[in-house]
């Protein structure tokens, strides 16, 4: 079982950078792969990053590739999400999430452990 917290969001304006954290609780964080998951107004949930156990392979979804990282300390129980350059259509509730697996995992349903969300809004 582990337990899932986000911060870092906020309200920032167009080109901005934010980074996001996730942190988890729990016993062996890195026997997790971990995700980054977002809903923005009106939208379903969708991919954003993810990492694998110790953080060698990422996939990012098209739309932030180039300018978001995702990376996590495993000695600190902690996922990041660098966001860079960020844009209004960027705005959305953040999620990250955790299963364990040794792959990394672009589908939301994949996943068994979610945090309660951080809101990023990106004014124009």
């Known amino acids: 079982q582990v337990q899932l917290v986000e911060s870092g969001g906020g309200l920032v304006q167009a080109g901005d950078s934010l980074r996001l954290s996730c942190a988890a609780s729990g016993r062996a964080f890195s026997s997790y792969s971990m995700g980054w998951f977002r809903q923005g107004p009106e939208k379903g949930r969708e991919f954003v990053a993810a990492t694998s156990r110790y953080g060698g392979i990422s996939s990012y979804a098209d739309s932030v590739k180039g300018r978001f990282t995702i990376s996590r300390d495993n000695a600190k129980n902690t996922v990041y999400l660098q966001m860079n350059s960020l844009k209004p259509e960027d705005t959305a509730i953040y999620y990250c999430?955790?299963?364990?697996?040794?792959?990394?995992?672009?589908?939301?349903?994949?996943?068994?452990?979610w945090g309660q969300g951080t809101q990023v809004t990106v004014s124009s």
């Open positions: 999430a955790a299963v364990s697996s040794s792959g990394v995992l672009t589908t939301d349903r994949r996943y068994n452990y």
